[in-house]
């Protein structure tokens, strides 16, 4: 091989008759080669006409692009859909994604995520076989669609001055189909005002007026911090 100034020996005592020969462990980068033949007596023969090789062993790389670039909803969770758009540093590579341990797509333009929580594994292909290892993740929670309404809602008991309400636990979307980030509270209104919050499914109202009716309103909220529709039933105190 030519270093720039001289030739050097790299495979000089490996005796062959086969006009073809494969190197093993070359660095990537530029590199020039010629070849001298021994005889059987030892006589060697000049240099062959050089041979200018470039040697790529360096696996592409792919970056990740999400707009918005951060979450909008509560506790790290989307509640508007993202758009993800990778680009490898080489333009001739091919780019693959999968979600969790789903087949792998061939990237050919932006995507966005599924419901849920889900991880993305992405990483390119030179046009010789070099692989990114280990591929890239990135994680994503995405709940964009607003819990179902309470159902059930009804007076537990009821007082002079105080109604306990209670009602069925939100499991569902409004589609139908299961909350994506889980319900985390459900809010609390008298006659259109917030009255209060909880975790659970009852509450006291306390502080009311003796035999007057209310409207009084229940909606569910969900991890991602969005507000679904609310049931509302009107009581009275006694």
Do not use: M
Not at 201 to 228: E, M, P
């Amino acid at each position: 091989e030519w270093n720039g100034s001289a030739w050097v020996a790299i495979d000089s005592a490996i005796p062959s008759t086969s006009s073809s020969y494969q190197l093993s462990s070359v660095s990537g980068g530029a590199h020039r080669y010629c070849i001298r033949s021994v005889n059987g007596a030892g006589v060697t023969s000049t240099e062959s006409n050089a041979a200018d090789v470039t040697v790529d062993n360096t696996a592409p790389a792919t970056t990740l692009a999400v707009d918005p670039t951060t979450a909008d909803g509560a506790n790290g969770w989307y509640d508007s859909v993202p758009t993800i758009t990778l680009t490898a540093d080489d333009a001739a590579a091919v780019t693959w994604y999968r979600w969790g341990a789903n087949a792998p797509v061939e990237y050919d333009a932006p995507f966005s995520p599924p419901q849920g929580s889900n991880t993305l594994s992405y990483w390119s292909v030179d046009v010789i076989g070099n692989t990114e290892t280990p591929a890239k993740t990135a994680a994503f929670k995405i709940d964009t669609v607003a819990p179902a309404a309470p159902t059930g809602l009804t007076a537990l008991d009821t007082q002079q001055t105080s109604i306990d309400i209670g009602w069925n636990a939100v499991t569902d979307d409004a589609d139908g189909g299961a909350d994506s980030s889980g319900i985390a509270t459900y809010r609390v209104y008298v006659d259109g005002a917030p009255f209060g919050e909880t975790v659970g499914t009852s509450l006291l109202i306390n502080g009311l007026t003796q035999n007057t009716s209310y409207s009084i309103s229940v909606r569910a909220t969900d991890a991602a911090g969005t507000a679904g529709a609310a049931a509302t039933q009107s009581f009275r105190t006694t």
